[in-house]
């Protein structure tokens, strides 16, 4: 999976490690998550000016788009991730469904 980031300078390097971790954590070893873009906004609006994170993955045949806005970049970075591992989540649980793989619920337990 490549991650590639644009206009990310005021985001700390350690905070984007830590976010490429956790999409790398999430892609695992599936090879359904080719193509990653985070494009960090800056809105210089004197009304308006939060931050806007847009992240953008190629998903094996679907196009995954997450995008949050908020006062600082680096919490916009997180609520972002935050969406999109539900996203990617999503899609793989309905993907599962079509082909059949469908994950049983255990029985419940009876009562004695």
Do not use: Y
């Not at 919490?75 to 935050?82: C, Y």
Request: aromatic share 2%; glycine share 6%; with cysteine.
């Amino acid at each position: 999976m490549e991650i590639h980031w644009v206009h990310a300078e005021d985001l700390a390097e350690v905070q984007r490690e830590a976010v490429e971790q956790r999409l790398r954590g999430l892609a695992g070893q599936k090879g359904d998550l080719m193509d990653v873009r985070i494009v960090v906004r800056s809105s210089r609006h004197h009304q308006q000016g939060d931050d806007e994170v847009r992240l953008t993955c190629d998903a094996r045949g679907k196009e995954i788009v997450a995008v949050r806005s908020a006062p600082d970049a680096a919490l916009a970075l997180n609520q972002v991730v935050d969406v999109f591992e539900r996203e990617v989540r999503r899609l793989r649980e309905r993907r599962a469904v079509r082909r059949g793989d469908r994950v049983q619920a255990p029985p419940e337990a009876s009562s004695p």
